[in-house]
């Protein structure tokens, strides 16, 4: 149909989120985690796909939802990337929907952190609002870094009376 597209849906916390169907490899029952040392803290560790080894990033610590109730439980969305496939840790995954793509709009002004960085925008759905994550800036982990690294500068330009170094 023109004008929709396809998302797969899912739970992270209370919020309900999607993403291209194209962008998404598959949906994987909970697997064992083998944990990174030093890794950031939204990388859970690594899982082994049948053979294949993925990253698998919290969606909860990576939206700033803090921790999981019961971590046994999630469920891997294996995304497609550039490099590599990776695995997004969610809550429950949900159907995929056809969205009309007149009813994009541009992320509430209600989002604050690091999930308004991560949300494209939203589709006004019925009952709810859905949520549209990008998963190129979800992967992205050097953002992070870069925006402490600049508020380190901001504080010591402050520290030094307003001149940078």
Request: net charge negative.
């Amino acid at each position: 149909m023109p004008g929709t597209q396809q998302l797969c849906t899912f739970m992270v916390g209370d919020g309900y989120f999607g993403i291209p169907v194209e962008q998404v490899q598959e949906v994987v029952r909970p697997q064992p985690i083998t944990p990174v040392p030093l890794a950031p803290r939204v990388v859970r560790g690594l899982i082994n796909l049948r053979g294949q080894i993925l990253t698998a990033i919290d969606l909860r610590h990576r939206l700033g939802l803090g921790e999981h109730s019961d971590q046994a439980k999630l469920v891997n969305v294996v995304v497609r990337t550039d490099e590599s496939p990776v695995s997004f840790l969610v809550d429950e995954i949900g159907e995929v929907l056809d969205v009309d793509e007149d009813s994009f709009e541009p992320p509430p002004e209600t989002l604050q952190g690091d999930m308004r960085e991560l949300i494209g925008g939203a589709y006004k759905l019925e009952n709810r609002l859905l949520l549209a994550l990008s998963t190129e800036r979800t992967v992205n982990l050097t953002s992070e870094p870069k925006r402490n690294k600049e508020r380190e500068e901001d504080l010591l330009g402050n520290l030094n009376g307003g001149k940078h170094r």
